[in-house]
Each structure stands twice: as structure tokens, then as C-alpha cells.
Nanobody
């Protein structure tokens, strides 16, 4: 499966962005999906994850209440709505897909496919 993430950009602190990740090549609805981010000099970390059905979601503590992950299987797309953005949210955001399993997954090694990343910059 090929993943393409977009929607990043420059936003002021307190603002919002919505990231999208479009999948192609395989049956999207079979895949658990996740969003990760990597800031300069830091390790890649999970932000949010969603099961293939969309019924189960996971959020890292540092985004709970601010970010929402969702998916539209008819459009082969997973979204990350980011509200109340902070300068520390600045990073390259990646979407990832896992080909098996019925739950959500939140470690880098759980995922089989990765998108190219989209840069989010939050100014103070």
C-alpha cells in the first residue's frame, strides 16, 4: 500500500490543522492506521492510532483532548484533526499502516507501511 500525507503547514500557537493520509494499492479498510511524529533531534513517537473499523482509537497523553484521529474507509483516508496547537507540536508527521490485526497499535515496529511525512510548524 502507498500512503501520502498532506495538510501540514505553519500555524500560530492555539490554531488548528487537519492532516490527511490517502492510501492506495490495497484494501484500506483492512488496515489499522497510525499517526507518528518526529521533531528535530528526537525519536519518532506515536501521536494517535485507529483500528481498521474506526471503533477503537488511541492517543498519546500529550495530545489527548486536542487531537482527533478518524478514518473514512470509503475514501481510503485517515485524518488527524489537531486543535490548540503548541510550539512543541512542531514536527514532521507521518501516517503508517498495519496490514493485520483488529486493534490499534502504537509502536513504530507495529507498522508495515509509511507515508512520506508532512511538516507541521507551530509558532509561538
Amino acid at each position: 500500500v502507498q500512503l501520502q500525507a498532506f495538510g501540514g503547514g505553519l500555524v500560530q500557537a492555539g490554531g488548528s490543522l487537519r492532516l490527511s493520509c490517502v492510501a492506495s494499492g490495497r484494501t484500506f479498510s483492512n488496515y489499522a492506521m497510525g499517526w507518528f511524529r518526529q521533531a528535530p533531534g528526537k525519536e519518532c513517537e506515536n501521536v494517535a492510532a485507529i483500528s481498521w473499523s474506526g471503533r477503537s482509537t488511541y492517543y498519546a497523553d500529550f495530545v489527548k483532548g486536542r487531537f482527533t484521529i478518524s478514518r473514512d474507509n470509503a475514501k481510503n483516508t485517515v485524518y488527524l484533526q489537531m486543535n490548540s496547537l503548541k510550539p512543541e507540536d512542531t514536527a514532521v508527521y507521518y501516517c503508517a499502516a498495519r496490514a493485520s490485526g483488529t486493534n490499534y497499535y502504537y509502536t513504530v515496529t507495529d507498522y508495515d507501511y509509511w507515508g512520506q511525512g508532512t511538516l507541521v510548524t507551530v509558532s509561538s
